[in-house]
């Protein structure tokens, strides 16, 4: 009788009716059928953990990923020099056009499409073709065009003196709408009469500026993918060279020196000694190129024609050399003076590749033809649209 009062009270004490011994042990018993697992655990316990774990993780796991918009506003923007210079001008043109009042609605459309032709990523096709870089311009260029229409007279006088600079070097002086503009704003002592007229002018000056200017970014884009196409011919003829070197059917050495090796290292070193020369004698005149930006990077091309056009003179002159048809020089004996002339010869590539230099030259520095002695060359540099 007392042990089943001690029992009862014992069992009436414990919470939710556990009994001692239930608690001592960390839980209740298991029911009538029920096994234990999982060293003493019960399977419906070990069910309920899992199912704990399962949801703290998915909770941690929803609380570390961001959300599709902070990942949109966190995605890195497409990278191009050419996309900032675009999106930089938009910028500006909007922060112009900001107090005409609603009265340029047209010209903040076009801004707006350009901002999203520059924030779209490119592809192969894209930079081949250059039509994405050209809508964007040609955008931009068609709302900066806008501008005057909707300034008001002191800013037209200013924004019309900065339409003349680069009319002049763009267009020349004696170009008879220059002419016209720079009259108009000398005599602007009465905005009344003078106003819309000025502002018909410069709007008519700039589009012509801006016609030629996309004259030559299509010309550069044109000539940058002759670049491309004539680096990847002279890559394709310098690895048929290395093989034909390397295999046999072509020989550089016909008197068996022992001092020039065969196989696969002699042409691979006269292709980079090769290289190495056209490098050293497009120094000079990549040097005096104009440091004007230009959205298709010629320079970087022309550099890439005369680093494949260098080996292909080196191969042509080395054979020369060493089959005796230079009757004034004698063939290398050594592998170190088969080098030196791989160098050499492969240096004579500026004698042709002078002609690609004058080309991109007159591209990048923005004049649609060298012999053009409309413009004088300071103007050139000091007028020139440092933004194109």
Same mark, same amino acid.
């Given at each position: 009788?007392?042990?089943?009062?001690?029992?009862?009270?014992?069992?009436?004490?414990?919470?939710?009716?556990?009994?001692?011994?239930?608690?001592?042990?960390?839980?209740?018993?298991?029911?009538?059928?029920?096994?234990?697992?999982?060293?003493?655990?019960?399977?419906?316990?070990?069910?309920?953990?899992?199912?704990?774990?399962?949801?703290?993780?998915?909770?941690?796991? +929803?609380? @570390?990923?961001? &959300?599709?918009?902070?990942?949109?506003? %966190?995605?890195? !923007?497409?990278?191009?020099?050419?996309? *900032?210079?675009?999106?930089?001008?938009?910028?500006?043109?909007?922060?112009?056009?900001?107090?005409?009042?609603?009265?340029?609605?047209?010209?903040?459309?076009?801004?707006?499409?350009?901002?999203?032709?520059?924030?779209?990523?490119?592809?192969?096709?894209?930079?081949?073709?250059?039509?994405?870089?050209?809508?964007?311009?040609?955008?931009?260029?068609?709302?900066?065009?806008?501008?005057?229409?909707?300034?008001?007279?002191?800013?037209?006088?200013?924004?019309?003196?900065?339409?003349?600079?680069?009319?002049?070097?763009?267009?020349?002086?004696?170009?008879?709408?220059?002419?016209?503009?720079?009259?108009?704003?000398?005599?602007?002592?009465?905005?009344?009469?003078?106003?819309? +007229?000025? @502002?018909?002018? &410069?709007?008519?000056?700039?589009?012509? %500026?801006?016609? !030629?200017?996309?004259?030559?970014?299509? *010309?550069?884009?044109?000539?940058?993918?002759?670049?491309?196409?004539?680096?990847?011919?002279?890559?394709?003829?310098?690895?048929?060279?290395?093989?034909?070197?390397?295999?046999?059917?072509?020989?550089?050495?016909?008197?068996?020196?022992?001092?020039?090796?065969?196989?696969?290292?002699?042409?691979?070193?006269?292709?980079?000694?090769?290289?190495?020369?056209?490098?050293?004698?497009?120094?000079?005149?990549?040097?005096?190129?104009?440091?004007?930006?230009?959205?298709?990077?010629?320079?970087?091309?022309?550099?890439?024609?005369?680093?494949?056009?260098?080996?292909?003179?080196?191969?042509?002159?080395?054979?020369?050399?060493?089959?005796?048809?230079?009757?004034?020089?004698?063939? +290398?004996?050594?592998?170190?003076?088969?080098?030196?002339?791989?160098?050499?010869?492969?240096?004579?590539?500026?004698?042709?590749?002078?002609?690609?230099?004058?080309?991109?030259?007159?591209?990048?520095?923005?004049?649609?033809?060298?012999?053009?002695?409309?413009?004088?060359?300071?103007?050139?540099?000091?007028?020139?649209?440092?933004?194109?």
């Amino acid at each position: 009788m007392p042990d089943r009062v001690r029992s009862a009270s014992s069992a009436s004490a414990s919470p939710r009716g556990l009994s001692a011994e239930a608690m001592m042990s960390g839980g209740p018993r298991p029911e009538r059928g029920e096994a234990r697992t999982n060293g003493g655990k019960t399977g419906s316990e070990v069910l309920a953990r899992v199912d704990v774990r399962r949801h703290r993780s998915r909770k941690r796991t +929803a609380i @570390a990923l961001p &959300t599709v918009q902070e990942r949109g506003e %966190v995605a890195m !923007k497409p990278y191009g020099a050419w996309r *900032e210079v675009v999106l930089a001008r938009a910028e500006r043109a909007e922060h112009e056009l900001g107090a005409a009042n609603g009265q340029a609605n047209h010209a903040q459309h076009l801004l707006h499409l350009v901002k999203r032709t520059a924030e779209t990523p490119g592809s192969l096709r894209t930079c081949w073709t250059g039509d994405q870089q050209e809508r964007a311009w040609m955008k931009l260029h068609q709302a900066e065009t806008e501008i005057p229409e909707v300034l008001s007279e002191d800013e037209l006088y200013v924004h019309s003196e900065e339409v003349l600079k680069q009319a002049k070097a763009a267009l020349g002086e004696n170009d008879p709408h220059v002419t016209q503009l720079s009259k108009l704003i000398e005599n602007h002592t009465s905005w009344t009469d003078t106003h819309a +007229a000025l @502002a018909a002018e &410069t709007t008519h000056v700039t589009r012509a %500026v801006y016609d !030629k200017k996309d004259e030559s970014y299509a *010309e550069s884009r044109n000539y940058r993918n002759r670049l491309i196409r004539l680096s990847g011919i002279g890559l394709v003829g310098v690895t048929l060279l290395i093989i034909a070197t390397a295999r046999g059917p072509i020989d550089l050495n016909p008197a068996a020196r022992t001092g020039i090796p065969g196989g696969w290292e002699t042409p691979l070193l006269i292709a980079l000694f090769g290289a190495l020369g056209a490098f050293v004698s497009s120094i000079p005149a990549l040097s005096h190129m104009p440091g004007t930006r230009n959205p298709f990077c010629l320079p970087q091309y022309q550099m890439l024609v005369k680093l494949t056009t260098g080996p292909l003179f080196a191969f042509f002159g080395i054979v020369m050399l060493q089959s005796g048809v230079i009757s004034e020089l004698n063939p +290398a004996s050594t592998f170190l003076e088969l080098l030196v002339w791989a160098a050499i010869f492969g240096s004579t590539q500026q004698a042709v590749t002078r002609l690609i230099d004058r080309k991109v030259s007159v591209l990048v520095s923005g004049t649609s033809n060298s012999s053009d002695t409309s413009v004088d060359p300071s103007q050139r540099t000091a007028g020139r649209d440092t933004a194109s």
